[in-house]
């Protein structure tokens, strides 16, 4: 997916082939553009005087120069001079394949523009949050496939196979110090502040997926497990310290160190990610072999968009509903059935008691139920802990707010009234 030959050779600076400096002056000749144009170097978010670098084959910024050639319409790769380029460090296991990928394209110029837009307004540290199978991953894979040249180094990690802090951020600095005798501190503290350095030399691209396996299974939403707190504090001082990089993280809920230092005009940002939109998810059911069009509109709308749980249901109705869309959106009492079940049954058993009582509340109905209604229902719990717990739900897509209450998405309010009938 990734094109090695081309990330496999990056380097601080870059300068211009000779060669390359002709394909430039076409490309800038088609636009009309002068050896100097303004238009050029705004455009590329740059100076008069790293242009004229440019054009005397001087290094100029790696960054810089991507962006000159990229806004004159070149790549980059057919102009740099080859011998400036050194290696790149790449460390991008568990990657998922992207060429399968539907929509998103709002949220992926956004979220371009946070991580590779002006400096005065490009983030440290931005976490993509949203359900399980929402698309968080493969979005940041996306993502990170379409603007890799803009950094040094990619780093991608996946929780799953859990490090302590400590142990993870020596890796880190392992791979981007260029300095084989640098001795890394023991002291947490010490640790990041190294790591902050490696990261300001650097411009690197690091992707924390999957941050939910060491938040705690009890409790709100989003809290760490005691053994994991390390992870907090390196997330608060790479958001809050000044470098160079770029952590993105992928979250089922939002932690703590997020919420405080969050803001859209800020360095740190988090972007809930909802299902797809109705166009994108009729291309993955198309893909998937489902006939009867007219009724997928019905189904993005139960699901949410959730491209899991189409990709599921559209294996569900292939296998046991002969492709019969209609006949299955009659039944409504099998739309979370076989995968989809024991899906939801995982995401469902990380709730808090006190959440897991609120949805049982508002499973009973199908309106809204507003605040009141749900504080006189379970009278026995404070107000305040309710107000937690609702929020929290809502934080994991669990339950949706509305100017009329609070409801329960179909998916989860199916599941819930089966078990009760169990
Ligand atoms: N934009 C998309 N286009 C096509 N398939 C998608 C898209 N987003 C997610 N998927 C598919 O949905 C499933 C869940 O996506 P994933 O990124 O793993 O979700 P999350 O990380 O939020 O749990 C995967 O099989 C993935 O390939
Ligand atoms: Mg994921």
Known sequence: MFDESIVGNLSGSLRASARGLEIIDQHRIKRGWKRQASIWYETALTTLATLKRFWQREPVSRESFVRLCEAVGARWQDIVDQTTLSPLVKVWDGVPDVSVFYGRTAELASLTQWMIGDTSTRCRVIALLGMGGIGKTLLVAKLAEQIQTHFECLIWRSLLSTVPAGMFINEL???????????????????????????????????????????????????????????????????????????????????????????VNLPVRSLQLKGLDDEAARKLLRAKGLTEETQWGGLIQIYRGNPIMLKMVAATIGDSWNGNVSEFLRNSGTIVTGDLR??????????????????????????????????????????????????????????????????????????????LGE
């Open 173 to 263: 600095i392992q791979f981007l110090t260029d300095d084989s005798e640098l001795t890394i501190p023991d002291s947490l503290d010490s640790k990041i502040s190294c790591l902050i350095n490696c990261l300001e030399q650097r411009r690197s691209l690091l992707v924390l997926d999957q941050l939910e396996t060491i938040l705690s299974n009890d409790g709100f939403a989003g809290q760490y497990q005691e053994a994991h707190k390390g992870y907090s504090e390196l997330l608060r001082r790479v958001g809050q310290e000044s470098h160079n990089s770029c952590l993105v993280l992928t979250s089922r809920e939002k932690t703590p160190e997020i919420a405080q230092l969050e803001g």
């Open 342 to 419: 024991r899906f939801i049954e995982v995401l469902f058993s990380r709730l808090s008691s006190l959440e897991k009582q609120v949805t049982i509340q508002l499973a009973s109905t199908t309106e809204p139920m507003s605040f009141l209604t749900l504080q006189q229902a379970l009278e026995q719990v404070s107000p305040s802990n309710l107000y937690e717990s609702v929020e929290s739900l809502v934080r994991r897509s669990f339950l949706e707010k509305s100017s009329a209450g609070f409801t329960l998405p179909p998916v989860v309010r199916e599941y819930i009234n089966c078990q």
